[in-house]
């Protein structure tokens, strides 16, 4: 199936930003997600973006996608120990047969 | 809406026996998921329907696995046998119409000893 690559850790310090990247192979993707996971939770949404657009901005959180390279990025400005927790990336579109395809997650861990 | 519902939350079953996943979508919602989280394989796709049909089942990953969705309120994941390889969580999640949110379960955490 297609390929969505994320890197496994980050670790932030609290009041800095975090950068959480993604990679996707599907080039007929039309939606492309971030989910966010706290321990022992399901996923729950955080954003989206549809792939005619290149940045989203939804308050601390700033989606930028580079459809050409495949590359989406997850930006959350002033980090806090609450946002301490597993981030999906999630591509949709017709090769996925319009079911969400994750990557692995990346855990963020914002240490005081 | 209380969301999607899945029971158990915790299952603990020696290999060999039969488990059942259960899972209550948001009502309205006419496609269901279910997904399997592990530390190595991250979140798969085993099985998505649509208005009750199944549409790709190509997750699955062998025969002893099935899901059903005798209805629009209500599906099920069975093992049967299951084995310790299959220790993991398992989501079930919900979306209305095509283009917006898919809505997921809480998760069953499933070992199997």
């Not at chain 1, 954003?47 to 901005?57: A, E, L």
């Not at chain 2, 899901?67 to 989501?91: C, G, H, W």
């Amino acid at each position: 199936g297609e390929d969505v690559e994320q890197s496994l850790f980050l670790s932030v310090r609290e009041g800095d930003s975090s950068v959480i990247n993604c990679t996707y192979t599907d080039s007929s993707s039309t939606y492309l997600y971030w989910y966010k996971q706290e321990p022992g939770a399901g996923l729950q949404l955080l954003t989206y973006i549809f792939s005619n657009m290149d940045m989203k901005q939804d308050q601390r959180l700033t989606v930028l996608l580079n459809k050409k390279d495949k590359h989406l990025s997850l930006r959350i400005a002033d980090t806090q120990t609450g946002d301490s927790a597993i981030y999906f990336c999630a591509e949709r579109g017709s090769n996925s047969g319009y079911a969400l395809n994750f990557g692995k997650g990346t855990s963020l861990l914002v240490t005081p | 809406d209380a969301g999607v519902i899945q029971s158990p939350r915790h299952e603990v079953t020696e290999m060999g026996q039969e488990v059942t996943l259960r899972c209550k979508p948001i009502s309205g919602h006419n496609s269901l998921f279910w997904y399997r989280q592990t530390m190595m394989r991250g979140l798969e796709l085993l099985i998505y329907f649509n208005n009750n049909v199944p549409i790709d089942d190509s997750g699955m990953p062998e025969d002893r696995f099935s899901a059903k969705m005798p209805n629009a309120s209500f599906s099920t994941l069975k093992i049967q046998p299951s084995e310790p390889r299959d220790s993991a969580v398992y989501f079930c999640a919900s979306r209305g119409a095509v283009n917006t949110e898919a809505f997921f379960g809480q998760g069953t955490r499933l070992t199997v000893v």
